[in-house]
């Protein structure tokens, strides 16, 4: 476990283990996608929904950077202890397809968990509906909040957006804890024909008046259209995003967006005041 940083440090106040983990299987869901399941019960026990972990993709140091993946699941034991966690994983350039070709019994390091999570509701807050709109491989955080959510006996609604039925992801997932599902499809091969943030926009036309709260992962395009509806029907939002990450730990500023401050902006970065952000605090460009 790396030591809690020094006064000053823009390490976080949290303990970070660096661990070496054993990855028990890998599951294909299509050409493109695949879910890792790990040892780790240290960052399983003590990860929260919409933290992120670096991994290594390959062998021996190569290549060098560790990649950012959102923590998917815990895993549990008969008795529900932690017993490690998985990652959905979506094959977008090297890393991924690296990550793709590994075995049962290879070892990834791996650091976590990372940044801030989704904020759940204060004990005691009057019940709300969350809404969880997801595209593509954005849907990873989410059956882990949506179990959290429902732990705490909230209700839970998810919107899952692809670009074609093949990769519509979490199902599953939704089907296991009982969550109702909206779906939509670029190409209208499941679900409504058209995108995610369509089917959110029509369910709050629909819906009875009543308070909602609205949690966004996946392209900046969709994220930026949810925060639209948001705003038009007055609702909050939390959004995860996912920039490039060098070291994940806060030294090396890859990972910068704009955030409002004051009158102005600053840049803050995804990796440590992030991944979730208050989309109201979001410089939308
Ligand atoms: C907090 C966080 C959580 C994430 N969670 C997941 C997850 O659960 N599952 C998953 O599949 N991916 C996730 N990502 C994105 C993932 O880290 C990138 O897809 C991955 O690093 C790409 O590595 P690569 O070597 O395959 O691609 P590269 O060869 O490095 O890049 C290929 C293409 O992908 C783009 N790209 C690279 N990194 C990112 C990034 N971080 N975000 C968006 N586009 C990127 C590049 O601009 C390029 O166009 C997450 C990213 C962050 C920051
Ligand atoms: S990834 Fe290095 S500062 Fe965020």
Redesign the pocket.
């Known amino acids: 476990m790396l030591p809690p940083p020094e006064a000053g440090a823009i390490l976080p106040a949290m303990p970070i283990h660096d661990l070496s983990l054993v990855l028990r299987q890998l599951r294909h869901l299509s050409s493109q996608q695949f879910i890792l399941e790990l040892e780790g019960a240290e960052i399983a026990a003590e990860c929260s929904p919409g933290q992120?972990v670096m991994t290594t993709v390959g062998g021996e140091g190569n290549p060098l950077l560790r990649?950012?993946?959102?923590i998917?699941r815990v895993l549990r034991d008969e008795n529900g202890h932690a017993t490690g966690f998985s990652?959905?994983?979506?094959?977008?350039?090297?890393?991924?397809?690296m990550l793709q070709q590994r075995q049962p019994g290879d070892v990834l390091n791996v650091l976590g968990p990372l940044?801030t999570s989704f904020r759940m509701p204060e004990p005691g807050t009057p019940a709300a509906e969350h809404l969880l709109v997801m595209g593509g491989?954005g849907s990873?955080p989410f059956p882990l909040l949506a179990e959290g959510l429902l732990r705490e006996g909230h209700s839970v609604r998810a919107f899952i957006g692809a670009r074609t039925a093949d990769l519509l992801l979490c199902l599953e997932d939704y089907e296991d804890l009982g969550v109702a599902v909206e779906i939509s499809t670029d190409d209208g091969t499941r679900g409504r024909h058209g995108l995610v943030t369509e089917i959110l926009e029509h369910y709050l036309k629909e819906r009875e008046e009543g308070p909602a709260v609205l949690y966004a992962c996946g392209p900046l395009p969709m994220m930026r259209a949810v925060d639209a509806v948001a705003k038009r029907a007055d609702l909050p939002l939390q959004v995860s995003?996912?920039?490039?990450?060098a070291c994940g730990l806060g030294a090396c500023l890859s990972?910068v967006i704009k955030l409002r401050d004051g009158d102005g902006w600053s840049y803050q970065r995804?990796c440590q005041e992030g991944?979730v952000f208050d989309s109201r605090e979001v410089v939308w460009e």
Request: glycine content about 10%; proline content about 11%.
């Open positions: 992120f990649r950012p993946m959102a998917h990652l959905l994983v979506e094959v977008v350039g090297r890393g991924t397809a940044g491989v990873a995003f996912e920039a490039p990450m990972c995804v991944p």
